[in-house]
Every structure is written in C-alpha cells, then in structure tokens.
C-alpha cells in the first residue's frame, strides 16, 4: 500500500480534471483496499474509491479526504461443466480484460469492447453495450460491506441487476466491490448477437452467431467511429464516457416519440419499454448540445459521450451536465465507463 500527500487527481481521470486528493492511498491487494477504507471510515473521514478514472468529474478544488485508488489485481479460472468461472479481482483494467477472454475462446464479454475503466465497476452500473450486459454473465461479486464492516460474496439474485442498475448503485457509499466471478462459455463463435448495427455490421441476423474476434473487431469499429475508445491522439474521446441512459417509457409516450409511418417503437402497448435517446432526441425535436463552456458532446456522430475540450474546467464540465462526486463523495464503488 502506498500513500501520499496532495497528489494531483487529474492524471487519474480520462477527462484530466481534479485538484489534489488531501490523501491518496493506492491499494495493490484485496486486504490493503479494505484495510484503506476501513480505517478511512473509523476515523470519520469522506473517502472516494477511484477505479478507472473514466466516469468522474473531480472538482478543480481537489478532494478534502481519503482517495483510495484500486490496482487490485489477478485472475484464476476454473472449469463447471461445459462452462468456465473466471475470477477477476476489481483493479483488473476492463479493455484487456475482455481482449483475453476472447483470446482464450471464452464467450460472453466480447461485445462489451472498448470500454475503459475496471472490472469491478462493470457490477455497479450492470455496464452494456451492443447487446450484451454485466448481469448475463456476472455470476458473484465479492465486495466489503462498510455498514457491517465484513467481507461478503453476493450472488447473482442479491447483486439485484436491473437496466443500468444494481444493489451497489442502490446503495451508495456500502460496498466496495473487491473482485467479480464471471461464467463464461467457450467456442469460436460468440454469443447470439442481440444487437442490429452490429449485426448489420457483422453480416448476419440478429439471434445469429459469428467469430468472436469478428465481434470484438466490429464493437471496435463501431464505438471508434462514435468517438467512444480512448485515444491519446484524438481529444474527443477525453472523455467521462457514455453516462445517459436510454429512457423507459409508458405506453403513451411510446407513441409520442415514434416516428411517422414506423412500427412499435419497442414493447406491446400495454406495457413500458426502452426507447433509444438518439431516436427519442429526433422523433421529438430535440438537437444534440453545441459546443458551449468547453465541453460539448462528440463530434464523431453520438450524442453520449461527452469530451472536455482542452481548457475546460470541473466546474464547466459540471455545468455541461456530468456528474461529479462532490455531494456524495463516498458513492464510486469503482469509476468505470457507462454505455
């Protein structure tokens, strides 16, 4: 475990903003991450648990407390059955991590590429993409509950996965998410791709199958071309990530938001279903944000991400709709990118 004083948060985010943490410790195994929160707790101190650094705007101010930073790593597999349980610990980075397991021919993760951020932030906001989500493959979470002071294993059912959601947002400022077990299948096709722009990208139907590096290849292809994979050499992918949700409408507001001529927007009419926030945006008027404060959404075509432009501020950035921890320090269980 490593601690230090006044150290810049900046460089520990993808958007480059926050002023010194009052203390950063960085925990490099699973006793020294709970043993920092812990004893940031007993003595009463506002803590922030920073994973990834890519959905988080820090205050220019910096961070009057505790900033515990996760690089917990380690991976053990085993087999059950036709299936293979994968252990990975939080501080695992999430990009590679996925590339191995579609390496290896484990299936499940490969359309969650590109994204930035950890794996123990992947259970907190049950993070998808393109078809696929945490809660289709997450089987357990291991996490710190700070109300009970005990290290607890929380399967599937108590992680409570819903759209964007589960138990850990729910609860924020309880757990501290240590390390997820992932149940993954093997083969060299992919799961059923369940999403069409990939599958009209892939060249096959929605419920098909296809090459699992052919899946992560096209994932790539499609979020580089939203401005959606980091990118050292293009600001607009400086960013907090993906951080909107699509919305869940009722039944008469399905029908406001579709457009003329088209089909059920998604659902029967008698119930509630999601509708996408760019088509929602166009059936009913709105326009994408203009460039304003410095920080304005992609250029590359999506209205989700949102860049910091080279001489923005927290305070901007916050302004322009990102959210910042500042209220409720403790709420990062790990900061992770949200699509």
Known sequence: MLERSDVPLAPLTTLRLGGPAKRLVT???????????RTADAAGEPVLVLG????????????????VRVLVRGLAARRDGDRVLLDAAAGEEWEP?????????????????????LVGAAPVQNVGAYGQETAQ???????????????????REQCRFSYRHSVFKAEPGRWVVLAVQWSLGEGELSAPVRYAELARRLGVEVGERAPLADVRAAVLELRRGKGMVL????????SAGSFFTNPVLEPAALVLTRPSGSGNAGGSPSTRARRSANAADSSTGLVKNEP??????????????????????????SASGARSPTSTPSRRASSAYRT
């Open 137 to 155: 493959t997450a089987v357990a979470v291991r996490a710190w509950d700070r109300h009970a002071g005990e290290v607890v294993l929380l399967p």
């Open 97 to 117: 991590f996925v590339a191995s397991c579609v390496a290896d021919r484990l299936v499940g993760v490969e359309a969650l590429s590109g994204i930035p951020g």
């Open 52 to 67: 990834g650094g890519s959905n988080v705007v820090l205050p220019d101010e910096g961070f009057d407390g505790t900033v």
């Open 292 to 317: 304003a404060l410095r920080v304005s959404v992609s250029a590359a075509s999506s209205t989700m991400p949102l860049p910091r432009r080279s001489s923005s501020t927290a305070a901007r950035t």
């Open 27 to 37: 925990a490099y195994d699973e006793a020294e991450l709970v043993d920092a929160v």
């Open 231 to 238: 990118d050292a050499a293009d600001p607009d992918t400086r």
